[in-house]
């Protein structure tokens, strides 16, 4: 099964167990909205090149459509649609208005120059410009974009419309963009695993913890359950990992990684590929990288206590029902990674009100947020004695549900 089948089986569960009737079950299943682009750009060396764009739109029962747009090769009309679907569902859990999408390009973008992206970016824009706006689709980053993707984005938006920062979320604090939002995710992820530790009886202080996956969510991850106590004993990224049992120097991995992009040459203990890593013994394991990573093939290698899931649908359907045939219990995706998104929601606010808040109070508001989430999906799981992710699936389904019989189809 592939990402989206994976998630629809889910969804069809979770509203089987809801009794929710057929036609109900279908338009929660099937996207609003598909747009599939071509983005013609002249390339530096003056020829043409057509790349191929999609946006998703899931579901905006309970707000705008939400989600971010990934530039990446292997970018396909059924991966962005399972990634649109979970939006839809991890905006219910952590109770903001939005609704969920996604979009991508098929790029690689290292084999393109800083002006080429740039006109690729604002190309792309002015095809999706119909169906975006601050009331109806607000993009984000995703994979291989960032402040910059997003910047380039609300000027061109702006452009046509008038200064408009609430288009994108995600953007460079001097146009709009909101304090905390860089780290959001990945301290999303840390409240997740501090009150999933607490439920299962793991002290957090001094708990072995491996992360795959040292990007803008792993390394926020890492600082800052370094910072509750943890112990992380293995990093990795697409060069391989390092293990060390006493834990990893954050500091000089950090460092490494600033100046070279990656953590490959890190002298701090033992060099494992992501296949090793993800087999290392440890309380905690935070996959952080792109899905897929957790298979029937690897699910019985892994050796911990407790999965928190940092990135997006990480665990294939059979290894999750390996999982908990094992005990293991996961923290899904749709709850664990919600931190960007629930600050996102934040900047969007900002921006409408044309105010802006200290970091002290977006932490604050992202913790109660993630908290409330969690104890939320945990209540369900109890309530119909099933798993976390099980458990998250009821909630969402069950308010976007509700959302969707009081407005009417």
Known sequence: MNALDTVNRYIIEAATTLKLDDGLMSFLLTPDRQLRVEIPIIRDNGKLQVFIGYRIQHNDSRGPFKGG???????TDSEVSALASLMTWKTAIVDIPFGGAKGGIQVDTKTLSLLE????????TDVIDPIIGPNIDIPAPDVATNEQTMAWIMDQYSRRHGYTPAIVTGKPISLGGSEGRGAA????VAFATREACQSFGIDLKGARVVI???GKVGTHTAISLRDMGAKIIGISDVSGGVVNTRGIDLAEALRLQAATGSIHGLQDGQSVSNAELLATECDVLIPAALEDVFTEQNADTIKTK??????NAPTTFEADHIFQQRGIHIVPDILANAGGVTVSYFEWVQNLQQFRWELSEVNQRLERRMVQGYHAIKAKAEEHRTTLRRGAFLLALDRVAEATRLRGF
């Open 185 to 188: 995710t990945g301290l999303g």
């Open 69 to 75: 747009l990934r530039y990446h090769p292997e970018v």
């Open 117 to 124: 992206l740039e006109r690729l970016t604002r190309r792309f």
């Open 306 to 311: 407790l999965i928190v899931e940092g990135a």
């Open 212 to 214: 795959q996956g040292f």
